[in-house]
């Protein structure tokens, strides 16, 4: 960002996330959700639209809201209302959708996110509840509607459910607002009720940019900017945006309220339609369903089944398992939290454990395309694995090793190690054979040594490791090193 | 022509069981009634000669096997076209659904198969069930049984008229504003709409889905008794549907009105009626209380502004219900450059200019800046007429009245003035905003030798009530529903008239 936004103007920004849900079946019929089916084969005459069908409200789409609403520390509506967005196209089977309007289920919540520059609280308006519509494939060179040759549609998409949560326009940077993404789709991930994933269109995030001159109360006019499919495409995207606007300001131009697309290849926002194209959706009260009305048993069975949240993990990691800040963050941020608690309760120690998690076996996770949370190692195996490093048997660079043999499956650390006989040699009498061996073969270096050049003595331990095929403890054979040469 | 067309159902139902007749023989006799007087009535869009024929059969075998039937078993019935069939055409009058075969059927038509009923064929009615005539339909226009130069009333007018011609003792009409009343009292039938949410609208194509609601037509009270009770009961598939068990239709029915109390609306009563219905409707009321009822006069102050609230909320609804018809997955497409193009060449040639009209106001009622003005106000209405029946019933246990201002009325008369034809339902309108029970009954004739209609309206769950009194009428005043008049379709089973 230029410094002239940063003195001059501030962005304010207000985010619209989409998270398709992980239910079992559709959100007004009983379609299975199950991703990769062939075309319309994942539909019924309820999610078709065939006249005279009706929606049937899915409980378990409800209490995935309320969930989302109380981690995100908001009221739950007693009664909640649908209501019918009416506009037409091809790939929303009744050409309206059924959405929340005014009275949605959750209101007024918070989200509290980590920014360089401290703890930011960013408000949220409300979290309700919708159904996705349809996906249209466009025939043709463009690959857009205009100019195709012709378009096919499915179905299978169309009635999944959806939440979208609503922000207050408090986000005042790109930083800010992928900080905010990244720690709502952490929420969503900890309460399992999306995968969540932004390249695949399961979560989906639109922005609300406008400038202003630092100090002045008034918003400026807004502008939607649409498709970011990654949390950097967003943060290139606001940057673009409101660089986009500054300049206009500056030119003496006038900002208009419209909708842009975000380019990712160009690194440019572009006019999608103008506030008067909008369409008027005829919003009223869908008379096919009744209101929402969660009791409130319900709502706290739900509340007290809800998972440790990531804010709560952190805190814990950083209070209560000794983790430095951002570590403790790496851990939540990758879905590490299980797996470290795993190998603390099976003896390891939590910031050695946390190391490989962060490091080495997320490293390897991101390598093959991986969420680190899927990578094939158990918090047991990994206590094993540092217990092996601890107590000498192996080195960091064989550990490493036998890390791997793990991860592709081979077995558990101790098996591994007793099948490839990598047991770290600590043994002084077969060591010292090894070291006299290395002084004869390399008189020079020794002498070096024994003239007083330390740094020598690292090409002799160099020869002694290689000697012994890498399993001499090093810092032994730097004992015996130092013992013979300067004893 | 067989004697058997003039049984009600209850009548065929103990024969049936009897072993006096068989199923196929009753079904037979009513194709073949069809048959011989469609070509003039024109009540049906479809007949389903061969399924009727081997359901019937079907029923027979199970009954030869001592297997167990449903209620109605063998009972012949009309079905109104807008209730989805699996596999069998659905039009609902329109061009746009002309060939749609729905894969699906409604829980109306699941719930008529366990009874056993035998499907007739599929009646004619106005267009997407938007018309009080039954003249808005794409494919036909319907007579009445009774002057074949007069309509048979709408939209529910095929299978009133079917009904009232003897091609089944059995019907099923959709009422939204009074679209199975209005026909019952132009046929000379009983006509029921029952409480918004007693029978599922799963797979009935909607036109108002606040207001729609499936319901029977008879020659008798009990008939219509008898067949609600087969439709009725709650349906997880329909979110509008009561859970709570449905009410015994029957047990009462026979027990008179003594120490019933009967209101009489005042407001219905003011003015704009035809005298030769007012005659007859002034003398059931007269008839209700000899036979014991308190006659008490009730007001309900807000029902004049029912057709103007209704003719918001049902086309408001109604323009978003009829968007689905695009072009893109079933049913008329005539293409286009573009897709948007393609839906709107769709619908300009598949729906009729009732349909347009009524969808061009509900849009128009919805759209920014106006909906507080016409659609938030029209449900304030509604709000106010439900109150006013409340206090209604607080002094009465039903209320009566006139199904309709006048009998029917001649083909055309009316096409060419959408408010006159609107303010036919200006008695019935107000139960559908109630969402309140209501009953046709026929009460006698007017000077044309046309049949004028009653109206029993009671609270929401109140067709215990409602049945008992228009069945205590019915058997004082002995109505008979065989059409007659110089212009009247010819008897069946050579009776005389």
């Given at each position: 960002?230029?410094?002239v936004?940063?003195?001059?103007?501030?962005a304010?920004?207000?985010l619209e996330?989409?998270v398709?849900?992980?239910?079992?079946?559709?959100m007004?019929?009983?379609?299975?959700i199950?991703?990769?089916?062939?075309?319309?084969?994942?539909?019924?005459?309820?999610?078709?639209?065939?006249?005279?069908s009706?929606?049937?409200?899915?409980?378990?789409a409800?209490?995935?809201?309320?969930?989302?609403?109380?981690?995100?520390?908001?009221?739950?509506?007693?009664?909640?209302?649908?209501?019918?967005?009416?506009?037409?196209y091809?790939?929303?089977?009744?050409d309206?959708?059924?959405?929340?309007y005014?009275?949605?289920?959750?209101?007024?919540?918070?989200l509290r996110?980590d920014?360089?520059?401290?703890?930011?609280?960013?408000?949220?308006?409300?979290?309700?509840?919708?159904?996705d519509t349809?996906?249209?494939?466009?025939?043709?060179?463009?690959?857009?509607?205009?100019g195709?040759?012709?378009s096919?549609?499915?179905y299978?998409?169309?009635?999944i459910?959806?939440?979208?949560?609503v922000?207050?326009?408090?986000?005042?940077s790109?930083?800010?607002?992928?900080a905010?993404?990244t720690?709502?789709r952490?929420i969503v991930?900890?309460?399992?009720?999306s995968?969540?994933k932004?390249?695949?269109?399961?979560?989906r995030?639109d922005?609300?940019?406008s400038?202003?001159?630092?100090g002045?109360?008034?918003?400026?006019?807004?502008?939607?900017?649409?498709?970011?499919n990654?949390?950097?495409?967003?943060?290139?995207?606001?940057?673009?945006?409101?660089?986009?606007?500054?300049?206009?300001?500056?030119?003496?131009?006038?900002i208009?309220?419209?909708?842009?697309?975000?380019?990712?290849?160009?690194?440019?926002t572009?006019?999608?339609r103008?506030?008067?194209?909008?369409?008027?959706y005829?919003y009223?009260p869908?008379?096919?369903?009744?209101?929402?009305?969660?009791?409130?048993?319900?709502?706290?069975?739900?509340?007290?089944?809800?998972?440790e949240?990531?804010?709560?993990?952190?805190?814990?990691?950083r209070d209560?398992l000794?983790?430095?800040a951002?570590?403790?963050?790496?851990?939540?941020?990758n879905?590490?939290?299980?797996?470290?608690?795993?190998?603390?309760?099976?003896g390891?120690s939590a910031p050695?454990?946390a190391?490989?998690?962060?490091?080495?076996?997320?490293?390897w996770?991101?390598?093959?395309?991986?969420?680190p949370?899927?990578?094939?190692?158990?918090?047991v195996?990994?206590?094993?694995?540092?217990?092996?490093v601890g107590?000498?048997?192996?080195?960091t660079?064989?550990?490493r090793?036998?890390?791997?043999?793990?991860?592709e499956?081979?077995?558990?650390?101790?098996?591994?190690v007793a099948?490839?006989?990598?047991?770290?040699i600590?043994?002084?009498?077969?060591?010292?054979a090894?070291?006299d061996?290395?002084?004869?073969?390399?008189?020079?270096?020794?002498q070096?040594?024994?003239?007083?050049?330390a740094?020598?003595?690292?090409?002799?331990?160099?020869?002694?490791?290689?000697?012994?095929?890498?399993?001499?403890?090093?810092a032994?054979?730097?004992?015996?090193?130092?013992a013979?040469?300067?004893? | 022509?067989s004697?058997?067309?003039?049984?009600?159902?209850?009548?065929?139902?103990?024969?049936?069981a009897?072993?006096e007749?068989?199923?196929?023989?009753?079904?037979?006799?009513?194709?073949?009634?069809?048959?011989?007087?469609?070509?003039?009535?024109?009540?049906?869009?479809k007949?389903?000669?061969?399924?009727?024929?081997?359901?019937?059969g079907?029923?027979?075998?199970?009954?030869?096997?001592?297997?167990?039937?449903?209620?109605?078993?063998g009972?012949?019935?009309?079905?109104?076209?807008i209730l989805?069939?699996?596999?069998?055409?659905?039009?609902?009058?329109?061009?746009?659904?002309e060939?749609?075969r729905?894969?699906y059927?409604?829980?109306?038509?699941?719930?008529?198969?366990?009874?056993?009923?035998?499907?007739l064929?599929?009646?004619?009615m106005?267009?997407?069930?938007?018309?009080?005539?039954?003249?808005?339909?794409?494919f036909?226009?319907?007579?009445?049984?009774?002057?074949l130069?007069r309509?048979?009333?709408?939209?529910?007018g095929?299978s009133?008229a079917?009904?009232?011609?003897?091609?089944?003792?059995?019907?099923?009409?959709?009422?939204?504003?009074?679209?199975?009343?209005?026909?019952?009292?132009?046929?000379?039938?009983?006509?029921?709409k029952?409480?918004?949410?007693?029978v599922?609208?799963?797979?009935?194509?909607?036109?108002?889905?606040s207001?729609?609601?499936?319901?029977p037509?008879?020659?008798?009270?009990t008939?219509a008794?008898?067949?609600?009770?087969?439709?009725?009961?709650?349906d997880p598939?329909?979110?509008?549907?009561?859970?709570?068990?449905k009410?015994?239709?029957?047990?009462g029915?026979?027990?008179?009105?003594?120490?019933?109390?009967v209101?009489?609306?005042?407001?219905?009563?003011?003015?704009?009626m035809e005298?030769?219905?007012?005659?007859?409707?002034?003398?059931?009321?007269?008839?209700?209380?000899?036979?014991?009822?308190t006659?008490?006069d009730?007001?309900?102050?807000h029902?004049?502004?029912?057709?103007?609230?209704?003719?918001?909320?049902?086309p408001?609804?109604?323009?978003?219900?009829?968007?689905?018809?695009?072009?893109?997955r079933?049913g008329?497409?005539?293409?286009?450059?573009?897709a948007?193009e393609?839906?709107?060449?769709t619908r300009?040639?598949?729906?009729g200019?009732?349909?347009?009209?009524r969808?061009?106001?509900?849009?128009?009622?919805?759209?920014?800046?106006y909906?507080?003005?016409?659609?938030?106000q029209?449900?304030?209405?509604r709000?106010?007429?439900?109150?006013?029946?409340?206090?209604?019933?607080?002094?009465?246990?039903?209320?009566?009245?006139?199904?309709?201002p006048?009998?029917?009325f001649t083909?055309?008369?009316?096409?060419?003035?959408?408010?006159?034809?609107?303010?036919?339902?200006?008695?019935?309108?107000?139960?559908?905003?109630?969402?309140?029970?209501?009953?046709?009954?026929?009460?006698?004739?007017?000077e044309?030798h046309?049949?004028?209609?009653l109206?029993?309206?009671?609270?929401?769950?109140?067709e215990?009530?409602?049945f008992?009194?228009?069945?205590?009428?019915?058997?004082?005043?002995?109505?008979?529903?065989?059409p007659?008049?110089?212009?009247a379709?010819?008897?069946p089973?050579?009776?005389?008239?």
């Amino acid at each position: 960002m230029s410094t002239v936004t940063e003195t001059t103007y501030e962005a304010v920004i207000g985010l619209e996330v989409h998270v398709e849900l992980d239910t079992r079946t559709k959100m007004f019929c009983s379609c299975a959700i199950d991703f990769g089916g062939e075309p319309n084969t994942r539909t019924c005459p309820v999610c078709l639209g065939q006249p005279g069908s009706l929606p049937v409200v899915n409980r378990e789409a409800v209490a995935a809201a309320i969930k989302l609403g109380l981690a995100l520390g908001c009221r739950i509506a007693p009664t909640s209302e649908f209501h019918r967005k009416n506009y037409f196209y091809p790939d929303m089977p009744k050409d309206y959708q059924i959405s929340q309007y005014d009275v949605p289920i959750c209101l007024g919540g918070s989200l509290r996110v980590d920014t360089s520059e401290g703890e930011k609280v960013v408000g949220i308006t409300r979290v309700h509840m919708e159904e996705d519509t349809g996906k249209s494939l466009h025939v043709g060179t463009s690959g857009r509607i205009h100019g195709a040759d012709y378009s096919l549609v499915d179905y299978n998409r169309a009635g999944i459910p959806l939440l979208e949560i609503v922000s207050e326009p408090d986000v005042r940077s790109a930083e800010e607002a992928k900080a905010y993404l990244t720690e709502l789709r952490a929420i969503v991930l900890a309460l399992g009720i999306s995968d969540a994933k932004l390249e695949e269109g399961s979560m989906r995030c639109d922005a609300n940019i406008s400038i202003r001159p630092a100090g002045q109360a008034e918003y400026g006019t807004r502008v939607e900017v649409k498709n970011m499919n990654s949390v950097r495409s967003l943060g290139r995207a606001i940057e673009y945006e409101i660089a986009r606007q500054i300049d206009m300001v500056e030119a003496g131009e006038r900002i208009v309220q419209e909708t842009r697309h975000w380019n990712e290849d160009a690194g440019t926002t572009s006019t999608l339609r103008s506030k008067e194209e909008a369409t008027d959706y005829r919003y009223f009260p869908d008379p096919d369903l009744v209101a929402v009305a969660p009791d409130s048993a319900w709502i706290e069975q739900i509340r007290a089944g809800l998972p440790e949240l990531p804010a709560q993990a952190r805190t814990r990691l950083r209070d209560e398992l000794g983790l430095p800040a951002d570590r403790a963050g790496t851990v939540v941020g990758n879905r590490l939290v299980g797996r470290l608690d795993e190998a603390v309760a099976a003896g390891a120690s939590a910031p050695e454990a946390a190391n490989w998690l962060v490091n080495e076996i997320t490293g390897w996770a991101v390598e093959r395309g991986m969420e680190p949370a899927e990578a094939p190692v158990t918090g047991v195996q990994l206590a094993e694995l540092v217990a092996l490093v601890g107590d000498g048997t192996l080195s960091t660079k064989l550990a490493r090793e036998v890390l791997t043999d793990v991860l592709e499956g081979k077995g558990s650390p101790r098996g591994i190690v007793a099948e490839r006989g990598l047991e770290q040699i600590s043994d002084t009498g077969a060591l010292e054979a090894i070291v006299d061996q290395v002084i004869a073969e390399q008189a020079d270096a020794a002498q070096r040594v024994r003239d007083g050049n330390a740094k020598a003595i690292g090409a002799l331990v160099g020869a002694v490791m290689k000697a012994s095929q890498g399993k001499a403890n090093p810092a032994m054979v730097n004992e015996l090193l130092r013992a013979r040469l300067l004893g | 022509m067989s004697e058997l067309v003039t049984r009600t159902a209850a009548e065929l139902r103990d024969l049936l069981a009897a072993g006096e007749v068989s199923a196929r023989e009753v079904a037979q006799a009513h194709l073949d009634r069809i048959r011989a007087t469609d070509g003039r009535v024109k009540a049906f869009l479809k007949v389903l000669d061969e399924q009727a024929l081997a359901h019937a059969g079907d029923v027979d075998r199970r009954r030869a096997a001592g297997e167990p039937l449903g209620p109605l078993a063998g009972v012949p019935l009309a079905l109104k076209d807008i209730l989805a069939t699996k596999g069998i055409e659905t039009t609902c009058a329109t061009r746009i659904l002309e060939t749609y075969r729905p894969p699906y059927d409604a829980t109306v038509v699941k719930r008529l198969r366990q009874a056993d009923v035998v499907v007739l064929g599929k009646t004619n009615m106005d267009e997407f069930a938007m018309g009080s005539s039954t003249e808005n339909s794409a494919f036909s226009k319907t007579y009445n049984p009774w002057d074949l130069a007069r309509v048979p009333g709408g939209s529910s007018g095929g299978s009133s008229a079917a009904v009232a011609a003897f091609d089944a003792p059995l019907g099923i009409g959709t009422d939204t504003g009074g679209s199975i009343r209005q026909p019952a009292a132009f046929c000379g039938i009983v006509g029921v709409k029952p409480t918004y949410g007693l029978v599922s609208r799963f797979g009935l194509i909607a036109f108002a889905s606040s207001l729609d609601q499936v319901g029977p037509f008879a020659r008798s009270v009990t008939d219509a008794a008898l067949l609600l009770d087969a439709i009725a009961g709650h349906d997880p598939a329909d979110s509008t549907s009561i859970p709570e068990a449905k009410p015994d239709f029957l047990a009462g029915i026979d027990k008179g009105v003594q120490g019933l109390r009967v209101g009489v609306v005042r407001e219905f009563m003011a003015e704009g009626m035809e005298p030769g219905v007012r005659a007859r409707v002034d003398e059931a009321v007269a008839r209700l209380e000899k036979l014991g009822a308190t006659v008490v006069d009730v007001s309900l102050p807000h029902a004049s502004y029912g057709v103007a609230a209704y003719y918001l909320i049902a086309p408001s609804e109604a323009s978003s219900n009829l968007s689905r018809y695009d072009g893109v997955r079933y049913g008329l497409r005539v293409p286009g450059e573009t897709a948007e193009e393609m839906m709107a060449n769709t619908r300009a040639a598949g729906f009729g200019p009732e349909v347009k009209r009524r969808i061009m106001i509900g849009t128009y009622a919805l759209s920014a800046g106006y909906y507080d003005a016409y659609y938030a106000q029209a449900q304030r209405v509604r709000t106010l007429i439900i109150r006013d029946f409340a206090e209604a019933y607080a002094q009465c246990d039903v209320l009566v009245g006139p199904t309709t201002p006048s009998t029917a009325f001649t083909v055309g008369e009316k096409v060419d003035d959408p408010l006159a034809m609107y303010l036919n339902d200006v008695y019935t309108i107000p139960s559908n905003l109630a969402g309140a029970p209501a009953l046709s009954l026929p009460i006698g004739l007017d000077e044309h030798h046309l049949p004028v209609g009653l109206q029993v309206m009671a609270p929401v769950l109140g067709e215990p009530a409602m049945f008992r009194v228009a069945r205590a009428l019915e058997a004082d005043l002995a109505f008979d529903p065989t059409p007659r008049g110089a212009n009247a379709l010819e008897t069946p089973g050579g009776a005389a008239a």
